[in-house]
Every structure is written in structure tokens, then in C-alpha cells.
């Protein structure tokens, strides 16, 4: 069965640092492109990061730039997304997604799906 678990969301102060972390299981990482999207309560659902399969190339939204970092282990078959001087507007639930052989960051795009952690930025 091919699943994407994400782990490391919570409740944090603004300013503050959390890990997100995604596990996959069924199926080979090396071969996906991989995403980190997030929904807030009554918005739509928005990229947030990117990874290619190497790790080579990543790409981030203009509203994470410059405090996110997304990264992965291939052989861990883990992927992770550091949130750094988080935001009361960083709060929604984010999702792990991958897309095989993928190029683009898009939601539309990803075939598998993970059920989100909730991460939550307030004083």
C-alpha cells in the first residue's frame, strides 16, 4: 500500500521552529517529486515546498522563502520540511504529497497523498 505519513505538528509560538517530517512506505522515494501543501480554515489548499527526486531542486512559495527548508533522505525514505520564525498565518493543516517522475509543484499533479498534521501558531 502506498502511504505518506506526516509527524511533527503542534502548537508553537510565533517566532518559534517546528520539524514536519513525511514517511513514505510501499513504494521506491527515489522515484517521486515531492511537495509540502498546506490548508487553512476556510482557504483554499497552496503549495507551500518542493523537492525533486535527487534533492537537486527545490522550490518554495514567496510566503515561506527565506524561513522554510524543505530537504530528504531517499535511503530513510524520509522527507522533511523545517518551518523556522513561524507566523499566526503559517497555521493549517499540512500534507506530504508525491508525484512520480513529477516535475512541477502543483497539487493537481500528486498522486499520493498523506492525512496531514496540524500546526497550529499562537501566542
Known amino acids: 500500500q502506498l502511504q505518506l505519513v506526516e509527524s511533527g505538528g503542534g502548537l508553537v509560538q510565533p517566532g518559534g521552529s517546528l520539524r514536519l517530517s513525511c514517511s513514505a512506505s510501499g513504494f521506491t522515494l527515489d522515484y517521486y517529486y515531492i511537495g509540502w501543501f498546506r490548508q487553512a480554515p476556510g482557504k483554499e489548499r497552496e503549495g507551500v515546498s518542493c523537492i525533486s527526486q535527487s534533492g537537486g531542486s527545490t522550490n518554495y512559495a514567496d510566503s515561506v522563502k527565506g524561513r522554510f527548508t524543505i530537504s530528504r533522505d531517499n535511503a530513510k525514505k524520509m522527507v522533511y520540511l523545517q518551518m523556522n520564525s513561524l507566523k499566526p498565518e503559517d497555521t493549517a493543516v499540512y500534507y506530504c504529497?508525491?508525484?512520480?517522475?513529477?516535475?512541477?509543484?502543483?497539487?493537481?499533479?500528486?498522486?499520493?497523498w498523506g492525512k496531514g498534521t496540524l500546526v497550529t501558531v499562537s501566542s
Open positions: 504529497a508525491a508525484d512520480r517522475y513529477g516535475t512541477k509543484c502543483r497539487s493537481s499533479e500528486m498522486d499520493i
